[in-house]
């Protein structure tokens, strides 16, 4: 015990010194510093003008109808990125079609892990760990209440990992109303997985639980707000077939599928690296989503037969990707991961070739019925 406690002392003495010079060569401090970069040019007059000029391209077929709203793209920024409602103009700008914030909590939180954020680049994947760090509704709301543009901008949702389990639905309201006159749509966010204490109900009274008030509170609005449910890749089919069950059977309008992955399987990184991250709690996204993630919107996709839109997001990272997504049944599709290794120019590309792709097919149906 007496060897014990001074070895720990000194160790979190050079953990102080080394922690600054270990972040500053991270990849949390790579995304930060591309992220102030996006705060500066929305600082400096036509900063935002210029990069909108840079990504402004044809993309007539790229807008659709949703929700009952009009998305100027398909393509949209997915959460993650923007926890506190920074980034709506620049994300506008980028020619993202919409962007949702958060994940929101009620309260600010700060990661209990640092870093958060390592590269996979073998993988084209990230993986991300710790407590989701967000500055708290109040700070979200100061962000984006001033915001007119033509984007539609979601709330992604969820209780701080303070909050008990069993308390959640009350975390959920509480972020629900203050934003609801500022949001254009919720996600429910039930795939909180990235940290030791990860936060994934899967039974439908504990989901009910939390959606009920939301779709009481919206009854009495003048305004309709549509509610997504957020899920995780690792459910089992059968979860998946609920979460699908639970849309069809009650008011929500859509899901949002997936979230990170807690799996670790089909990595290509070296054994020493997976093995080393695969000890820490994280969630796991880019490339080695895909193929899960278009197997559950497939399967939502079928089982309510079409008749509900889809988020489609997972590893997403070119146009056929996202054209894969669209037609295993997405009506959209969020970018995240493929957005933070290459920012701007793989969206602008991706934007261009998800367009022509888009425009081709609808030319073969107008032949087709014409023949
Ligand atoms: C760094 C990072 C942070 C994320 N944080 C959140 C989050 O706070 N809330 C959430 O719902 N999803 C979060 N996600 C998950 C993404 O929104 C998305 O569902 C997932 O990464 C799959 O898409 P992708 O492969 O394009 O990244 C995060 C993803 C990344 C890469």
């Not at 039974?203 to 509170?217: G, Q, S, V, Y």
């Not at 497939?298 to 146009?319: E, L």
């Amino acid at each position: 015990m007496c060897d014990y406690v001074p070895t720990l002392n000194r160790m979190s003495a050079i953990d102080s010194i080394l922690n600054p010079i270990r972040y500053i060569f991270s990849d949390d401090f790579t995304l930060r510093v591309a992220q102030w970069r996006l705060a500066l040019l929305s600082r400096i007059p036509m900063g935002l003008a210029l990069m909108r000029k840079r990504n402004t391209i044809p993309t007539s077929h790229l807008s659709l109808e949703a929700f009952g709203m009009k998305f100027p793209s398909r393509i949209g920024l997915g959460a993650g990125y923007d926890r506190n409602g920074e980034f709506v103009k620049a994300m506008e700008a980028t020619g993202f079609g919409f962007i949702e914030i958060g994940t929101i909590t009620p309260k600010p939180q700060k990661s209990d892990t640092a870093p958060a954020l390592h590269r996979l680049e073998n993988d084209r994947a990230l993986l991300y760990c710790g407590q989701t760090q967000c500055d708290g509704v109040e700070r979200v709301i100061e962000n984006i209440k001033q915001y007119r543009g033509n984007i539609i901008v979601g709330c992604n949702i969820a209780k701080n990992d303070s909050t008990a389990d069993d308390d959640a639905p009350q975390d959920y309201l509480r972020l629900f109303r203050p934003l609801y006159q500022y949001a254009d749509y919720f996600t429910v966010n039930i795939a909180r997985n990235s940290s030791a204490k990860p936060y994934v109900p899967t039974n439908r009274d504990e989901i009910m639980a939390i959606l009920t008030p939301l779709f009481e509170f919206r009854r009495g609005q003048n305004q309709y707000r549509p509610i997504l449910l957020k899920i995780s890749p690792d459910l089992s089919d059968e979860q998946v077939d609920l979460m699908t069950d639970i849309m069809i059977d009650t008011p929500l309008d859509g899901i949002v599928a997936c979230a990170g992955t807690v799996g670790r399987h089909g990595l290509e990184n070296s054994t020493s690296t997976v093995h080393a991250l695969g000890r820490k709690a994280g969630a796991l996204s880019g490339a080695p989503l895909r193929e899960r993630a278009l197997e559950v919107v497939r399967r939502i996709h079928d089982r309510a037969q079409g008749t509900y839109p889809i988020i489609g997001c997972g590893g997403i990272s070119t146009a056929d990707d996202a054209l894969a997504m669209l037609e295993a049944g997405a009506s959209l599709v969020q970018v995240t991961t493929e957005y933070i290794y290459n920012g701007e120019r793989s969206i602008r590309d991706m934007r261009a070739g998800l367009n022509e792709r888009l425009r081709k097919a609808q030319q073969r149906q107008k032949s087709d019925a014409t023949e």
